[in-house]
């Protein structure tokens, strides 16, 4: 099984009842896609959607050729703005996990963030809050790098969880 999800490319050939996106078209499709339409989609639930679980992209992301499924390419594929590369265009899941994560917590400004991990999710939530005006934004991370990441995407402070207790930090 070829691993992999996080994708952005260019349509080599469509099926034959595709009209929205022709060869050439770059993308950035979903790994799964709900149908939005059944009641775990109506109830705010589209990963328990029955569509959403038996969609997924063939092989995986890091294969050299994909197949996004119908519904897939139908319901949760977007074109890739010009101005946008390729490789930036595959930060639009990771983001778009981060954006919902900050409305389902109601996150605001005036709110403090603590990233815990400072991988790729964790440095997107702190340029997502740098960019909404957070006056103080933490992050928290093993690895040197990825705290001076951080710094430079943002945060205020940062915490090296190999030398202080996450609890000793203050509160968030």
Request: net charge positive; with cysteine.
């Amino acid at each position: 099984s070829i691993l992999g999800h996080e994708i952005a490319g260019e349509i080599v050939a469509v099926g034959e009842d595709v009209r929205d996106f022709a060869p050439g078209d770059r993308v950035v499709p979903h790994h799964h896609a709900p149908c939005g339409e059944c009641a775990e989609c109506r109830n705010g639930r589209p990963v328990h959607c029955r569509e959403w679980r038996s969609s997924a992209l063939d092989p995986g992301g890091m294969a050299e050729l994909v197949r996004i499924p119908a519904g897939n390419l139908s319901r949760d594929t977007r074109r890739i703005p010009s101005a946008l590369s390729d490789e930036e265009a595959t930060f639009v899941e990771p983001l778009a996990t981060v954006v919902k994560a900050f409305r389902r917590g109601r996150y605001a400004p005036s709110r403090s963030l603590l990233a815990v991990g400072l991988g790729t999710t964790g440095q997107l939530a702190i340029r997502l809050a740098k960019s909404a005006g957070a006056a103080r934004i933490a992050g928290a991370d093993l690895v040197a790098s990825r705290r001076e990441t951080a710094r430079r995407s943002g945060a205020t402070e940062v915490i090296d969880v190999s030398r202080s207790a996450l609890s000793g930090a203050g509160r968030f």
